[in-house]
């Protein structure tokens, strides 16, 4: 196959060449020829010396133009490409996760910029959030199907990130309708997840190691208090660990009664209260009743949404950090995570450590946390390790 050619400016190719996965606008020569390519556009990406850099999708509306599918000049980027990378990420998971409920593909880390696939067994939810790869969906479609056989893939087109690239947002459904909330299985637990209406794909799966952390401490633990507990992850894992009272907070009322509905499948209601509430208000007010836990964890959505909020998103885990620790008993345990990949670790420690000295509060972190390995990192793209978490231990 014939590609599109596009080429950098002199000197600009060193980080592509040393395996980024991105090339921004600036770094291309925007000539006639190249601004005319469809976008989406899958084309060869040369240095100004002409030296091959690889195969990757283009498009010339977005900052982030060019998205590298390949170091290497393949002759097509089609069905067959497809499932050997589908089959290589699946034999990865299956090693390292139990039951086939997981992230299947974790965008560039698995080397398919763009894309987003969750498996809850035999239902599929994928995110397009490229114009490279929702060009690319037939040849994907085709490939999902014979390496994985789904009886249901819904199509959850409706993130931001869609709009940057000049695509419309939307949510699909092809193969059998699927049952709503769907089951899904986690560290012997049954949760439920809403895949067509929830939060991103329906399910977390990038806090299941961290479930499994937290309600280690949770044993016989007199009270534990969950917030932004979604549908319940964090809260179930501590309540089946043996914990005697588990408190959910979230603003969400579908979330909240997809939690209620998997503490009672798991016969775990007489342990689980769950308040539908905005959380820093319920903090207040159980600062002001001088409550104590013995766990306390904050898994809030991201403060940081890009790099202008990095001051005000800071302030936000600062200030969440000072009031969760206000509520935490004495030798008592905080968990508090954030999921913004500009909200770079060593920031997010020292934005907590101060949320603790705000609160009188000295500990120490435990264990510093990351996303499950079925959200692997790339190496070359820091912004792929978005998901970072503290466990402390609290003194007074």
């Known amino acids: 196959m014939t590609y599109p050619t596009i080429r950098l400016h002199p000197q600009k190719h ?26 989406g556009t899958i084309a060869a990406f040369y240095a100004h010396d002409k030296k091959f ?8 509306n977005c900052l982030i133009a060019g998205r590298i599918l390949t170091p290497h000049l393949i002759e097509d980027i089609g069905e067959d490409w497809f499932v050997s990378l ?3 990420a699946l034999a990865l998971r299956e090693k390292i996760i139990a039951e086939p409920f997981y992230r299947l593909i974790h965008a560039e880390a698995d080397g398919l910029p763009g894309l987003i696939i969750d498996r809850f067994d035999d239902a599929l939810c994928v995110q397009l959030n490229t114009a490279g790869m929702e060009r690319l969906w037939p040849a994907l479609e085709a490939a999902l199907h014979r390496v994985l056989k789904p009886r249901s893939i819904v199509l959850r087109n409706d993130s931001f990130a869609r709009e940057i690239e000049g695509l419309p947002r ?4 092809i193969g059998e309708e699927i ?9 012997g637990l049954t949760y439920f997840a809403d895949l067509r209406g929830g939060q991103k794909t329906g399910w977390y799966f990038d806090q299941r190691d961290n479930h499994a952390l937290v309600a280690a401490y949770a044993k016989n633990a007199e009270s534990v208090l969950d917030l932004y507990t979604h549908a319940g992850g964090f809260a179930l894992a501590a309540a089946k660990a043996g914990a005697k009272k588990v408190i959910g907070v979230d603003s969400s009322e579908p979330a909240l009664a997809l939690a209620q509905q998997a503490a009672a499948h798991n016969k775990l209601s007489s342990q689980c209260d769950f308040v539908r509430a905005d959380v820093f208000e319920d903090l207040e007010r159980r600062i002001t009743a001088k409550e104590k836990h013995d766990i306390v964890i904050a898994d809030p959505p991201a403060f940081v949404k890009s790099r202008k909020d990095i001051s005000s998103g800071g302030r936000g885990y600062r200030k969440l950090a000072k009031m969760a620790a206000s509520i ?5 345990f905080l968990f508090i995570a954030s999921c913004s990949h500009n909200m770079e670790l060593p920031t997010f420690i020292e934005q907590v450590a101060a949320g603790l000295n705000d609160a009188k509060r000295t ?3 435990l264990h510093t946390c990351f996303a499950a390995p079925d959200h ?21």
Do not use: C
């Open 14 to 39: 060193r980080r592509v060449q040393g395996g980024h996965p991105w090339v921004y606008s600036n770094e291309i020569v925007m000539d006639g020829a190249t601004k005319s390519l469809p976008r």
């Open 53 to 60: 850099l690889g195969i990757g999708n283009f498009n010339t």
């Open 86 to 88: 589908l089959e290589n």
């Open 170 to 173: 939307e949510t699909s459904l």
């Open 179 to 187: 049952e709503t909330p769907i089951h899904v299985r986690e560290n």
């Open 328 to 332: 935490t008993k004495k030798n008592g």
């Open 363 to 365: 500990g120490k972190i």
């Open 376 to 396: 692997p990192i790339h190496p070359n793209l820091p912004e792929s390790a978005y998901l970072k978490g503290l466990l402390i231990v609290l003194r007074d």
